[in-house]
């Protein structure tokens, strides 16, 4: 982290929550906070991890990496 008030710091939590709004928050109206936490933890396990392109991938998705290394294995 840096200096306080440097905008950069903060950018990357902010897009990962306003994604996180924007896809479970927003969606319905939630019951329970036992509810809410399971959608919350399925999104990002099953939507947001698996799309993301991800820097240690060589800017590629968890599943578009696994294929290249499953494919390369079996041939």
Request: glycine fraction near 6%; include cysteine.
């Amino acid at each position: 982290m840096g200096r306080v008030g440097a905008c950069a710091d903060s950018a990357a939590m902010e897009s990962f929550f306003a994604l996180l709004q924007k896809n479970v928050l927003d969606r319905k109206r939630w019951t329970t906070q036992q509810e809410l936490r399971l959608a919350i933890v399925t999104w990002i396990e099953k939507t947001y991890h698996r799309k993301r392109r991800q820097r240690r991938l060589g800017r590629l998705t968890p599943i578009e990496f696994e294929r290249m290394t499953t494919g390369l294995k079996a041939a």
